[in-house]
């Protein structure tokens, strides 16, 4: 090492262009980096949960789904449904939307007159009166299949209009359809003067992106300022800091600029990585300086001086980046893929900043050494060298004590982290002012839960699952989820049949069942093949009726409770 940054002294011009071509290299590829907290992304491509995942997905339709959520007087006002129906066909024209999810766009079966209809909303307004709102709302409010899908409040003063988007699309795609839902919400408020409140699961994985971003553009200078800070007051300078924040600087462009040419991204667990380089930089130029400020003392010549500390520090320095890359990339034995990230991100940027270190600090140094007086004064000691030594003396005389007050702590520490439990929930990672948290509470009190738990129901033997003894079976499934306090809502093909034979027997309650005749099921099942959203009965079960689908709906709960619930129902 003495000999490259001999080499480096000699060369600086050499030395800063070999810096500067993969900084701006790297430079230019930080556009590109994205944020990416979709829980898709945490696992393998080959991984059985995610295949089985992407095939759920790929038979019936994407889950995820913006909302749009707000509050009136009266759902069932024409200028409120005609807003909604608005709103829904804009909604539609995104690129990429699976179909909107409102109460003039849900389809359900109906008595009209002597004529049985299944259809929308959307398909009346157009001829609709006020006269004929009061028989609207008793219509849909006592529809079991409206409350199901959570677009309508029980009193009709709230609605949601809920934007699924295509299968599995991706967390960059679902950055761009917020921020157009956001400018149509933009528009209607001021059109409408009802305020407009954005939900749903992938609006709180962009916005825990977008935080994160705006909480890096704060944070970076915060933790510069302190660095450079804490720097001038050990080494007395205000031209000696500048330069390990530029090495820390340098590093964490090159790590960054890395992440996208390995074609990969940010998540919330790597996100650290940008305060671990900076800090890890900063800590091993503090140690190269302070064996400088030593060196500097016994001999006048700079050069010397910087050649000697390389060769004292270089060794023990170059072991601890090692060790500590090393232990980063022990995480690659994870099977967890973000955590994976985290690891090949850390030991890269670690050893980046050390070769850096060992390059760059020293030809600053070269440059900037006569700006430094403070080095070569108070050779008798500085405040910081006195408390060190009032320290140490302490160690000497109470060496017994501090044994022992240490292995107590220890004891007491491993006591505490016997009882750590992991455990996530990330509306907490958001303020209480926050759109994502009164997005939620609204959400929770005025149209219950929402987040999907998601059933694939087949036989065995691959038998059609159009039959009384299956269906039976999904109907008492849904009333033990249900029995749970955070589910308060399920959806399956039991319920469609249920609603679909109690309006051809005149909107009987009592023919609220499922027949028993499997001829009857069928028929059924022809008959309400556009019951639902747009993609009808489709989104529900299989083209061949070999596998239908079930959707409990669960408050957000902290994943302990999730994997609780989960392990019970299973």
């Not at 000696?240 to 340098?250: H, K, R």
């Not at 929930?425 to 609204?442: A, G, M």
């Not at 129901?457 to 749970?484: C, H, M, N, P, W």
Request: one cysteine or more; a neutral charge; proline letters at 4%.
């Amino acid at each position: 090492m003495v000999r490259i940054v001999r080499w480096v002294l000699n060369h600086p011009a050499a030395f800063i262009l070999m810096v500067l071509l993969p900084t701006l290299f790297f430079a230019w590829q930080l556009p590109k980096l994205e944020v990416n907290s979709d829980v898709p992304a945490m696992f393998h491509s080959d991984d059985p949960d995610l295949v089985y995942y992407e095939g759920f997905y790929k038979e019936f339709g994407n889950e995820e789904f913006f909302a749009v959520l707000f509050r009136c007087e009266d759902v069932f006002d024409l200028r409120i449904l005609r807003m909604i129906d608005r709103l829904t066909k804009r909604f539609e024209e995104l690129p990429g939307v699976n179909q909107v999810f409102s109460v003039t766009s849900f389809s359900s079966a109906y008595n009209k007159g002597d004529t049985l209809v299944v259809g929308a909303l959307e398909d009346e307004l157009s001829y609709l009166q006020p006269s004929d709102m009061e028989s609207i709302r008793n219509r849909i409010l006592s529809d079991p299949l409206y409350q199901k899908v959570t677009i309508v409040q029980k009193d009709g003063k709230g609605a949601s209009i809920n934007i699924a988007l295509d299968k599995l699309a991706s967390q960059k795609y679902k950055k761009k359809v917020a921020s157009e839902i956001r400018k149509i919400i933009m528009e209607e408020e001021k059109r409408e003067g009802i305020k407009m409140i954005m939900g749903g699961i992938p609006f709180y994985l962009v916005s825990a992106d977008e935080a994160f971003m705006r909480d890096s553009r704060l944070m970076v200078p915060v933790l510069v300022s302190i660095v450079f800070f804490v720097l001038f007051l050990i080494f007395r300078s205000y031209w000696l800091p500048s330069v390990p924040l530029i090495v820390a600087g340098i590093s964490i462009v090159w790590t960054f600029g890395f992440v996208v040419v390995m074609g990969k991204f940010i998540t919330s667990i790597s996100e650290i990585v940008l305060p671990l380089i900076l800090i890890y930089g900063i800590l091993t130029s503090v140690h190269f300086l302070s064996a400088y400020r030593q060196m500097v003392l016994k001999t006048q010549d700079r050069r010397e001086a910087i050649l000697k500390t390389v060769a004292h520090i270089t060794r023990p320095c170059l072991w601890a980046s090692v060790t500590t890359a090393i232990g980063f990339l022990s995480l690659l034995t994870s099977s967890v893929t973000v955590i994976q990230d985290f690891g090949l991100y850390a030991s890269f940027g670690v050893m980046v900043s050390y070769l850096l270190t060992f390059t760059f600090l020293p030809l600053g140094l070269d440059w900037l050494g006569w700006k430094m007086p403070s080095l070569v004064k108070n050779k008798s000691g500085s405040s910081i060298q006195e408390f060190v030594e009032i320290i140490s003396g302490l160690a000497g005389r109470y060496s017994r004590s501090i044994v022992v007050g240490t292995v107590g702590i220890i004891v007491l520490f491993v006591f505490w982290m016997g009882r750590v439990t992991v455990d996530t929930n990330y509306l907490s990672l958001f303020r209480e002012d926050t759109e994502v948290i009164q997005s939620e509470r609204l959400a929770s009190e005025f149209f219950g839960s929402w987040a999907p738990i998601e059933f694939s129901v087949r036989y065995k033997d691959g038998r059609d699952v159009l039959d009384y003894a299956a269906l039976q079976e999904i109907a008492k499934l849904q009333t033990y989820l249900e029995s749970f306090p955070p589910i308060d809502k399920s959806l399956s093909v039991a319920d469609m049949l249920k609603k679909a034979n109690q309006e051809l027997h005149g909107g009987d309650p009592n023919f609220y069942v499922i027949p028993s005749d499997k001829m009857a099921i069928e028929r059924l099942a022809i008959f309400m093949q556009d019951l639902g959203g747009r993609k009808g009965l489709s989104s529900y079960l299989a083209n061949d009726w070999s596998r239908m689908r079930l959707t409990a709906r669960s408050h957000i709960l902290p994943s302990k409770e999730f994997v609780a619930l989960f392990e019970e129902i299973e």
